[in-house]
């Protein structure tokens, strides 16, 4: 199934509702992410593993990265089901993955800051 | 519905029947069966009457008053010997004529 | 339209910190305040600082989870509902029904959708202001409820106050009453009248609580006030009948026994409208008259039809007369099965102690009901020696500084106003306007009754006093009464009073003649005194309570003394 890697209609939602915080939201989740794939690396029993495969799913999917979420997922399923077999590769599948939309964040990040026009509050 | 009421055919009697305890529950009902109309003769029929306290008393003061007072004309029918020892003691034989 | 959501304060417990920046942006753009926690324990903590109204928790997180969280703000919150909407991406309905247990009320499921959060939100709220409002009327009832309560207490002690300024506590009676029977529509009065006979009064007014109160009040005044100024139980009968009819609506009366107990005369006097029958105790033989309802109760009767005749019966000393409420008779077992009469009268068969006859009363009810009635009344009079209660002092209203000193005024009574009318209580009423007759007010009356009941029965109606030697005759002497008062055409009795200073004190001089034939004072006289006859002039009690008592005219014109000394 070809998952989306970085759905565009959510990021321009979540621009939309972030306003002048969507570059900083953009650089949270970055450096969250970074947190969750040490983890994920370093991950020493089944249980580690799966909350942080939880976490990091969900954080994925309100970005928009579909195709990550939905790997976080999968390895998810198999730490919970104690299937400890494909889980290095998965891990390393979740590396590649964050890998390729992590540029991409970073360049709506340098696409959104020099249109720093003051956004009326209400 | 424990409160039945009947019109006789010439509209001269009023026939007011009472199921059951005959108590303060029924107190609207029973106002409800004579409230608006013409009264000459009443006629109260305890015949499936199984109790009678001292709020039925006095709606049968209400509904005397409410028929002339001291003119009035109101029978009381088929009481059971219970309700007939209770109207006896209040002595409501010297107001109604009891049957 | 529904009216536009109030801002509220929503905490968000989440511990991604994208996901949370995600969330706040949310909800503030929805109007609302925000609150942040990033794990279990901050968000507990933010709860009992700020109370939120509402949050939204994130089930994993670290140092304590959602679902400990959601229980100790719960608890926190007690009566109030602060929803909480978990935040999860938690699917399966086990780990879903987790989050129900731990006190969620609702899920919202990531990637946030803004749409539905917002609807999920507002639906919260609604319950939220439901469940205050729900709190606020269950308070508004407590507080009205209390108000009520003390209402009725103020009614009681106001009604305290009117009914027991009466004689209860005398020797001779013995009740039992509960402390509410006001609010069951009971009313026990007792009170002595001038000559020191006793009235007592037993009611049931129909209803409960403060209606039946209300009524209880003028009847007790009328009692009370009547009583001591040495009116009948005929004409404080007809006061109080119309009274009633007069205040109360159609549909209310009050069921009432009446007693006067004169020891003076050793009878009875008794009307009944409604009540249970009461039970004349005799103590020689051991028998128990009925005394049943003969009349309608209070308050039904216009005052032109109301009945006000009374029964006379004869009581010795030691007699008891014992009246009960419904309440009794009513007391129903677990199969609805009533007390009833004949239960009753069983105990009074096997009843041996006289003074333990309450007690088995009240053992018979409980053995048969189960457990205890606190609604029932009842009373026992007896009739003691004359010399055994002592009536208490009247009290007066005026400041005793003005009195009438040097007067006399005569009255003539002819047949038409004999049959109607007491002259006792105004011609005791003017006689008391001297200060100085106060202290002998109970001899006064005593003496006044006794003269003007013989110059009417003897003189002007003729009967025969012989006749009250036994039961049946007492009763024939007081129908022929009423009969011949009823038919009076012609007769009178004049009474002349005169009051004259002596000295510091003064004197009080009474006359009564009668149209009557008279009677041989010389016999009367030469009869030894004997207490315990029924019979007789009461001339023995008239020379015993007066000074230089004589007859003359051929006994249809007797003259009394009363002197005083000055007032201290």
Same mark, same amino acid.
């Given at each position: 199934m070809a998952d989306t890697h970085l759905d565009r209609d959510v990021l321009s939602a979540l621009q939309e509702v972030m306003g002048d915080e969507y570059s900083t939201l953009l650089d949270t989740f970055l450096d969250d992410a970074e947190e969750r794939l040490r983890i994920l690396r370093k991950a020493e029993d089944a249980a580690q593993l799966m909350n942080a495969a939880h976490s990091f799913k969900g954080s994925s999917s309100n970005m928009g990265a579909i195709r990550l979420a939905e790997l976080c997922h999968e390895l998810e399923q198999c730490a919970k089901n104690k299937n400890l077999s494909g889980v290095e590769k998965l891990v390393g599948e979740i590396d590649g993955e964050f890998a390729l939309v992590r540029p991409l964040y970073e360049a709506e990040c340098r696409r959104s800051s020099p249109t720093k026009a003051i956004v009326p509050r209400f | 519905m424990s409160v039945f009421s009947e019109v006789s055919q010439d509209g001269q009697k009023l026939t007011i029947s009472i199921k059951g305890r005959f108590d303060f529950a029924k107190h609207q009902e029973f106002r409800d069966s004579y409230e608006n109309k013409e009264l000459s003769a009443v006629v109260v029929d305890l015949k499936e009457a199984t109790y009678l306290d001292s709020s039925a008393l006095g709606m049968l003061l209400l509904l005397r008053d409410h028929a002339g007072g001291d003119d009035s004309d109101i029978r009381v029918v088929n009481s059971s010997s219970d309700v007939k020892k209770i109207l006896a003691i209040s002595n409501f034989d010297k107001l109604f004529d009891i049957s | 339209?529904?009216?536009?959501?109030?801002?509220?304060?929503?905490?968000?417990?989440?511990?991604?910190?994208?996901?949370?920046?995600?969330?706040?942006?949310? #909800?503030?753009?929805?109007?609302?305040?925000?609150?942040?926690?990033?794990?279990?324990?901050?968000?507990?903590?933010?709860?009992?600082?700020?109370?939120?109204?509402?949050?939204?928790?994130?089930?994993?997180?670290?140092?304590?989870?959602?679902?400990?969280?959601?229980?100790?703000?719960?608890?926190?919150?007690?009566?109030?509902?602060?929803?909480?909407?978990?935040?999860?991406?938690?699917? &399966?309905?086990?780990?879903?029904?987790?989050?129900?247990?731990?006190?969620?009320?609702?899920?919202?499921?990531?990637?946030?959708?803004?749409?539905?959060?917002?609807?999920?939100?507002?639906?919260?709220?609604?319950?939220?202001?439901?469940?205050?409002?729900?709190?606020?009327?269950?308070?508004?009832?407590?507080?009205?409820?209390?108000?009520?309560?003390? &209402?009725?207490?103020?009614?009681?002690? #106001?009604?305290?106050?009117?009914?027991?300024?009466?004689?209860?506590?005398?020797?001779?009676?013995?009740?039992?009453?509960?402390?509410?029977?006001?609010?069951?529509?009971?009313?026990?009065?007792?009170?002595?009248?001038?000559?020191?006979?006793?009235?007592?009064?037993?009611?049931?007014?129909?209803?409960?609580?403060?209606?039946?109160?209300?009524?209880?009040?003028?009847?007790?005044?009328?009692?009370? !006030?009547?009583?001591?100024?040495?009116? !009948?139980?005929?004409?404080?009968?007809? &006061?109080?009948?119309?009274?009633?009819? $007069?205040?109360?609506?159609?549909?209310?009366?009050?069921?009432?026994?009446?007693?006067?107990?004169?020891?003076?005369?050793?009878?009875?006097?008794?009307?009944?409208?409604?009540?249970?029958?009461?039970?004349?105790?005799?103590?020689?033989?051991?028998?128990?008259?009925? +005394?049943?309802?003969?009349?309608?109760?209070?308050?039904? +009767?216009?005052?032109?039809?109301?009945?006000? $005749?009374?029964?006379?019966?004869?009581?010795?000393?030691?007699?008891? #007369?014992?009246?009960?409420?419904? !309440? #009794?008779?009513?007391?129903?077992?677990?199969?609805?099965?009533?007390?009833?009469?004949? $239960?009753?009268? $069983?105990?009074?068969?096997?009843?041996?102690?006289?003074?333990?006859?309450?007690?088995?009363?009240?053992?018979?009810?409980?053995?048969?009901?189960?457990?205890?009635?606190?609604?029932?009344?009842?009373?026992?009079?007896?009739?003691?020696?004359?010399?055994?209660?002592?009536?208490?002092?009247?009290?007066?209203?005026?400041?005793?500084?003005?009195?009438?000193?040097?007067?006399?005024v005569s009255f003539e009574f002819r047949a038409a106003t004999l049959k109607r009318f007491n002259p006792l209580p105004y011609l005791l009423q003017l006689l008391l306007e001297v200060h100085g007759l106060r202290a002998q007010s109970g001899a006064l009356y005593t003496v006044l009754a006794e003269l003007y009941s013989n110059a009417l029965e003897h003189g002007v109606l003729g009967l025969d006093s012989s006749l009250k030697r036994d039961a049946s005759g007492f009763t024939r002497y007081y129908q022929q009464r009423s009969t011949r008062l009823d038919e009076l055409q012609d007769g009178f009795i004049r009474v002349n009073l005169q009051v004259t200073p002596k000295g510091e004190g003064g004197c009080l001089t009474v006359r009564v003649e009668d149209s009557g034939k008279g009677f041989d004072v010389e016999r009367v006289m030469q009869r030894p005194a004997d207490g315990v006859r029924l019979s007789g002039r009461g001339v023995g009690l008239i020379r015993q309570l007066s000074r230089n008592a004589s007859w003359s005219d051929d006994g249809r014109s007797a003259r009394v003394e009363f002197f005083w000394e000055a007032l201290a």
């Open positions: - | - | 339209m529904q009216p536009p959501l109030e801002s509220l304060t929503i905490l968000i417990a989440e511990d991604s910190a994208a996901d949370r920046m995600l969330l706040s942006s949310i #909800v503030r753009r929805q109007g609302h305040e925000v609150l942040t926690a990033a794990n279990g324990a901050e968000a507990v903590e933010a709860f009992r600082q700020q109370r939120p109204q509402l949050v939204l928790m994130d089930a994993m997180m670290p140092v304590m989870d959602g679902f400990e969280a959601a229980q100790q703000i719960k608890a926190l919150a007690g009566e109030t509902l602060v929803p909480i909407i978990f935040l999860t991406s938690l699917t &399966e309905s086990e780990a879903l029904a987790r989050c129900l247990e731990a006190g969620g009320d609702d899920f919202l499921a990531k990637p946030y959708n803004q749409v539905i959060l917002a609807a999920k939100i507002k639906a919260m709220d609604r319950l939220r202001r439901l469940q205050a409002t729900v709190l606020q009327q269950r308070d508004q009832i407590a507080r009205h409820h209390h108000y009520l309560l003390n &209402e009725q207490r103020v009614a009681k002690a #106001v009604f305290d106050k009117v009914a027991h300024s009466g004689c209860l506590s005398a020797p001779n009676i013995r009740y039992l009453q509960s402390p509410y029977a006001l609010f069951n529509g009971d009313l026990l009065l007792a009170a002595f009248t001038p000559a020191g006979d006793m009235h007592v009064l037993l009611g049931d007014f129909t209803g409960h609580g403060l209606p039946a109160a209300v009524g209880a009040m003028p009847l007790a005044e009328v009692f009370y !006030g009547m009583t001591a100024k040495g009116y !009948g139980l005929s004409e404080i009968l007809r &006061e109080m009948n119309a009274k009633l009819k $007069r205040i109360l609506p159609v549909d209310m009366f009050c069921c009432a026994t009446l007693l006067c107990l004169s020891f003076q005369r050793s009878s009875v006097e008794v009307w009944n409208g409604g009540m249970p029958d009461g039970y004349l105790h005799s103590v020689a033989s051991g028998e128990r008259t009925p +005394l049943k309802a003969q009349h309608l109760p209070l308050g039904v +009767l216009s005052p032109q039809t109301f009945d006000d $005749r009374t029964d006379v019966l004869p009581m010795a000393v030691g007699d008891r #007369v014992f009246l009960l409420s419904d !309440g #009794v008779i009513d007391t129903c077992d677990a199969n609805e099965q009533l007390f009833g009469v004949e $239960r009753l009268q $069983r105990v009074f068969a096997a009843n041996r102690q006289p003074d333990a006859l309450f007690a088995e009363i009240e053992q018979a009810l409980r053995d048969f009901r189960g457990e205890a009635r606190d609604d029932v009344s009842m009373v026992e009079v007896s009739l003691l020696e004359a010399t055994q209660v002592s009536p208490p002092a009247l009290v007066y209203s005026d400041s005793g500084q003005c009195c009438p000193l040097d007067w006399s």
